[in-house]
C-alpha cells in the first residue's frame, strides 16, 4: 500500500516537474519571440512597436532614449501635440507635419536648449511613418 502511494507520488512528480520545465521553456521562446526591445509596460500598436524598433535599430534611441524619455535629445514622450520652442525664438506645435520634418530634415528647425545637432538618417518613408506612431503613443 505505502509503496503504491509512492510510486504515485513519484509519478505526479514526474508529471509536475515536467509540466514547469515545458512553461519555462515556453516562457524563454515567447520572450525571444518578441524582439530585443519587447517591454510589457508599454502598450503599443503593431505600427508603433514597429516604429520602436526602427528607433533601436537606427541608432535614434541612443540620443532619445529606449523609452523614449530623453537624454542628449529632446524626449519623446509627451512630445505629440506639445508646444516646442524653436531656437529662433518661434513656437511650434508638435503635429504629424512638424514630426516629419524634424526626421527627415533634423537642421530645418532646431529645438532650443540643445547644442548638439541631430545626425541625418536614412529611414524610409514607411520607417518614419512607424516611428511617427510610436512617438504618438509615448504619452
Ligand atoms: C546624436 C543624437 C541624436 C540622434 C542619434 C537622433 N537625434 Fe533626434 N534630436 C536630437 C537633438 C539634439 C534634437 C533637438 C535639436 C534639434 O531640433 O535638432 C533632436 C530632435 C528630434 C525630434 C524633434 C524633437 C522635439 O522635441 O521637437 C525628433 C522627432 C527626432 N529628433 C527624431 C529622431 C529620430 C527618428 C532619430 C533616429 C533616426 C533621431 N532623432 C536620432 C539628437 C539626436
Redesign the pocket.
Known amino acids: 500500500m505505502a509503496r503504491e502511494l509512492s510510486a504515485r507520488l513519484e509519478r505526479l512528480l514526474d508529471v509536475t516537474t515536467r509540466v514547469s520545465l515545458v512553461s519555462s521553456v515556453l516562457a524563454v521562446v515567447l520572450a525571444a519571440g518578441c524582439g530585443g526591445v519587447s517591454d510589457p509596460d508599454l502598450v503599443l500598436s503593431p505600427l508603433g512597436q514597429q516604429g520602436r524598433e526602427v528607433?533601436a535599430d537606427?541608432?535614434?534611441t541612443?540620443?532619445?532614449g529606449d523609452r523614449g524619455q530623453g537624454s542628449?535629445?529632446?524626449?519623446?514622450a509627451g512630445?505629440s501635440g506639445a508646444t516646442?520652442e524653436l531656437d529662433d525664438g518661434t513656437t511650434v506645435v508638435?503635429d504629424d507635419a512638424?514630426?516629419h520634418r524634424?526626421?527627415t530634415d533634423?537642421?530645418a528647425?532646431?529645438?532650443t536648449g540643445?547644442t548638439?545637432?541631430?545626425?541625418d538618417?536614412a529611414?524610409s518613408a514607411d520607417e518614419?511613418d512607424a516611428?511617427i506612431a510610436y512617438?504618438q503613443e509615448l504619452e
Open positions: 528607433a537606427a541608432g535614434c541612443a540620443c532619445h542628449v535629445g529632446p524626449a519623446w512630445l516646442v508638435a512638424y514630426l524634424s526626421i533634423p537642421a528647425e532646431k529645438v540643445y548638439i545637432a541631430m545626425p538618417n529611414l518614419i516611428v512617438i
